[in-house]
């Protein structure tokens, strides 16, 4: 069982529509939880993080993070065709110390105008 | 401000031969890392250097792979006997990480693809 873990996708939906991306994790350790966007041919970019478990919201973007579970979400509202990229969530904890990050495969999003 | 750039941006080699990639980070930070972006692996890390530290190499998936940071900021990652199962995307990013505090961004360059044929 890879560490963490991440569907990759395609997921397709209309513009307008809500979005929900989701990551499991086995390590109990991590404590620092984030959101990647990768546009093609592109380096990934950071979107959000939460620390521990909780709720962040950033404009049309809300992270979840559910430490009991081991499981962490990115809402995405009123998606747009510019939101169409392969969306990954990376994780550190204290067994790193904090300095290297694991990441899930990705989720590619597509939304259709 | 400039970003983390990458070079080449392609490389195509012929398997067995050795290659160099280089990164050079965003000024001041003091955190380098490469990672390997397969298709349909996601991206799995290599190294980090952080300042005149050792260099964290659990990454490296065998003695094939080593890297440099010289004078705490251009880095080159040399595979040497390329095999075909190393063409992949080679990432590398920066992040400035100071005293006791975690500084948990990571910036990205674009990337070199390497192509082993």
């Known amino acids: 069982q890879k560490e963490v873990e991440q569907d990759p996708g395609p997921l397709s939906v209309p513009e307008g529509a809500i979005v929900s991306l989701n990551c499991t994790y086995s390590?109990?350790?991590?404590?620092?939880f984030m959101w990647y966007r990768q546009y093609s041919r592109k380096g990934p970019e950071l979107l959000m993080y939460?620390?521990?478990?909780g709720n962040k919201e950033d404009g049309r973007f809300t992270a979840q993070v559910d430490k009991s579970s081991k499981y962490i979400s990115l809402f995405i509202r009123d998606s747009q065709p510019s939101d169409s990229a392969t969306y990954l969530c990376a994780m550190s904890g204290a067994n790193s110390g904090y300095s290297t990050l694991t990441f899930g495969k990705g989720t590619m999003l597509l939304v259709s105008p | 401000g400039a970003g983390v750039s990458q070079s080449p941006s392609n490389k195509v080699t012929e398997k067995g031969k050795d290659v160099e990639l280089r990164c050079d980070p965003i000024s001041g930070h003091t955190a380098l890392y490469w990672y390997r972006q397969s298709l349909g692996q996601g991206l799995e890390f290599l190294i980090y250097f952080q300042g005149n530290s050792a260099p964290d190499k659990s990454g490296l998936p065998s003695d094939r792979f080593s890297a440099e940071r010289t004078g705490g900021s251009v880095s080159t990652l040399t595979i040497q006997r390329t095999q075909q199962e190393d063409s992949a995307v080679y990432l590398c990013?920066?992040?400035?990480?100071?005293?006791?505090?975690?500084?948990?961004?990571?910036?990205f360059g674009p990337g070199t693809r390497l192509t082993v044929t």
């Open positions: 939460t620390y521990s478990s």
């Open positions: 390590n109990s350790a991590f404590q620092y």
């Open positions: 990013a920066s992040s400035q990480i100071t005293g006791t505090a975690i500084h948990y961004e990571q910036y």
